[in-house]
């Protein structure tokens, strides 16, 4: 988060493991957030990738009245109900993931011209509430963001994200500019003992080590998206096919 004091060095090391160059913006602006374009006219895919770390302000915790977040979670998982985690959503209209700096680049970011974008997120961007780091955390940073893609009628955006060592898609259609989708894939090494919930998850998690997939199908004026998840020996576990057409603010 924003205090930790190692972040400079954390950043440092990423950029030099991912062989940034030295002048990149990356090692030099307030975060790592960064975007690329790919593709000619009509196929123009866009990755949008925001650093939700480097300005975070501190998570909120939940209250469990003296009682260790250990025997809590034991006492849910005995009565077979989903198990979420220690933190809370912070009402502060002050509390962000992203920062003022970052909000100005992804505004811009949604008002170029594409025709597909991947809005790449290292945490759930859809989840309702799993109680682990999500933007549902930080309601006013998840409701800032699909204000902005009304505002800016970006069209054409599917959300993938990682952190939960299992495996999900997750759909919202309500007080959005058009049904948002996100693939969750995590991890390639881990498995999380419970499921959390999450209220807008589609059909089942995938609880076992797995990887993410899109194929993207370019048509004539649109183009359809196959969005995937593997087990590690490389069987199709989750799939969902969708058309950029369902994409598109009304």
């Known amino acids: 988060g924003v205090d930790y004091p190692m972040k400079e060095v954390s950043r440092r090391l990423f950029c030099d493991f991912w062989g940034e160059a030295a002048d990149s913006p990356r090692r030099h602006r307030e975060g ?4 690329y374009r790919f593709g000619s006219t009509g196929r123009r895919l866009q990755v949008i990738l925001p650093d939700l770390r480097f300005n975070r ?9 003296g009682t260790s977040y250990e025997d809590w979670a034991k006492s849910l998982q005995a009565a077979a109900v989903p198990v979420p985690g220690p933190y809370a959503r912070n009402p502060s209209h002050e509390a962000s993931m992203l ?13 170029v011209d594409a025709d597909l974008r991947i809005f790449g997120s290292s945490l ?24 902005a893609l009304r505002r800016h009628r970006a069209k054409g955006l599917v959300c993938i ?26 991890g390639l090494t881990e498995v999380w003992p419970v499921l959390p919930p999450n209220a807008n998850r589609i059909g089942e998690a995938w609880r076992d080590r797995n990887f993410g997939m899109i194929d993207i199908d370019w048509r ?15 069987r199709l576990r989750l799939s969902h096919r969708l058309d950029s057409r369902t994409l598109q603010p009304g």
Do not use: C, K
């Not at 004539?220 to 490389?234: M, P, S, V, Y």
């Open 161 to 186: 994200s990682g952190d939960t060592h299992y495996a999900e898609l997750s759909m919202l259609d309500v007080n959005v500019p058009y049904p948002l989708w996100d693939l969750t894939s995590s």
């Open 99 to 111: 920062g003022e700096t970052q909000w100005t680049w992804l505004e811009e970011q949604l008002q």
């Open 57 to 65: 302000t501190p998570i909120m915790h939940h209250d469990l009245a």
């Open 124 to 147: 759930q961007v859809l989840a309702d509430f799993p109680g682990w780091e999500a933007w549902s955390n930080y309601p006013r940073d998840q409701a800032r963001l699909f204000a």
């Open 32 to 35: 790592i957030y960064t975007a």
């Open 220 to 234: 004539d004026g649109h183009a359809l998206l196959h969005l995937q998840i593997f087990d590690e020996g490389g």
